[in-house]
């Protein structure tokens, strides 16, 4: 039970903040004033005909997000007796690197049935990315928590 509970918070916290940097870009593709298809030769009037791409960009960051957050979190359940020797060494590469591994490979399996050429490549550097974010939340979270246990002692 404990373990769901963890995959599941890990897949929403993953989808919130996808769905923060999506509607980050919806705002930049309205400013922007950015065409939704080919010109018609009809200017729209206002920025609020662009909107609409705050929405979408939310939700397919969001989705993405989701999806990128479970896969990454069943990979990291699934390998936490083969990470846990590796990840107690010392060094930055050992400690972090079955994290990044773990999200390169959450990257390509989200994006290996839409994408069935190079651009599972880049999904994976997402995906990695996100781990490696993800690895400096935890590790400032726990190193937090040390430092009030050590001051209230």
Known sequence: MRHVRQILRVTFRWAAVWTLLGLLL???LMIAQVEPMAESGAKPLGLSFYAFW????????????????????LLMAFTAKWRTPIETRQGVLRRYGPRLVCGAMAGGLV???LFHDAMAFL?????A???AVSGVMYWSATHAG????L???
């Open 26 to 28: 919806g705002v930049l």
């Open 54 to 73: 705050i929405p979408v960009c939310g939700g397919a960051a969001g989705v993405f997000g989701f999806s990128l957050g479970l896969v990454f979190s």
């Open 111 to 113: 994006a290996l049935p």
């Open 123 to 127: 999904f994976a550097a997402l995906g």
């Open 129 to 131: 990315c996100s781990a």
């Open 146 to 149: 040390r430092e009030k246990s």
């Open 151 to 153: 001051q209230g002692a």
